[in-house]
């Protein structure tokens, strides 16, 4: 297993800043992933955080607003950039190693006002 | 491209009663199969998996799961829910190695006394 630690756990934020989301493993994992709740919906895919390479984005998600990094097989930030209401959603950070299930952290529940 | 169905969106038992959340996939092999469980405001908890082997899987909390290939089902049940269960249910599905795993649309399920 691993355990997911990711901050903050909420946060309210003016439109047109930025955020950044923190997520750590407590192990070394081959894959982390970076997906998105709006309220109400299941979790998409917004992109595979690759360690030491850019991070492969989802369709209809792209690098300027959601700038990823990981800089080793533990942890991983994204941003939120220039934020807007409708980015308004819970990120969850999860981590897989190969043929495992994916693991969550709690999640960063965001309010853009 | 694999793909996963909930089809139904909400649910509502009484404590005590049994329950049955379907869960079908699309996929052109056996993929990797999972139930999580989310409550309000947490990430996302394993229940139970599937890779292979018997059909019949055990969870966490009482829940289990059964794997049909001839319907592409993976249906989780429980003989007696208790009020704590009233939560979100998400179905998801992997072809393993090292690829992403889809989510379902989720059921949410409300317990009544």
């Known amino acids: 297993s691993a355990v997911i630690s990711q901050k903050p756990s909420r946060d309210i934020c003016q439109r047109g800043t930025s955020l950044t989301i923190q997520c750590q493993v407590d192990?070394?994992?081959?894959?982390m992933f970076w997906y998105r709740q709006q309220p109400g919906q299941s979790l998409t895919l917004i992109a595979t955080?690759?360690?030491?390479?850019?991070?492969?984005?989802e369709s209809g998600f792209v690098i300027d607003k959601f700038p990823i990094s990981r800089p080793n097989l533990t942890f991983s930030t994204l941003t939120v950039s220039n934020m807007s209401p409708e980015d308004s959603s819970i990120y969850l950070c999860?981590?897989?190693?190969?043929?495992?299930?994916?693991?969550f952290g709690q999640g960063t529940r965001l309010t853009v006002v | 491209a694999q793909s996963v169905t909930q089809p139904d969106i909400h649910i509502t038992v009484s404590e005590g009663a049994s329950l049955e959340l379907r869960c079908n996939y699309s996929?052109?092999?056996?993929?990797?199969l999972f139930w999580y469980v989310q409550s309000p405001g947490q990430g996302l908890q394993l229940l139970l998996k599937?890779?292979?082997?018997?059909?019949l899987v055990q969870g966490i909390k009482g829940f289990e799961a059964e794997f049909k290939r001839s319907q592409s089902s993976f249906n989780l049940r429980k003989p007696s829910v208790h009020w704590s269960d009233a939560a979100e249910y998400f179905c998801?599905?992997?072809?393993?190695?090292?690829?992403?795993?889809?989510f379902g649309t989720g059921t949410k399920l409300q317990v009544i006394p």
């Open positions: 999860s981590a897989q190693r190969e043929n495992t299930e994916a693991f």
């Open positions: 192990s070394q994992v081959t894959m």
């Open positions: 955080a690759n360690q030491g390479s850019e991070a492969t984005y």
């Open positions: 996929y052109g092999a056996t993929p990797y």
């Open positions: 599937y890779f292979s082997g018997d059909t």
């Open positions: 998801a599905v992997t072809p393993g190695g090292y690829q992403k795993v889809t």
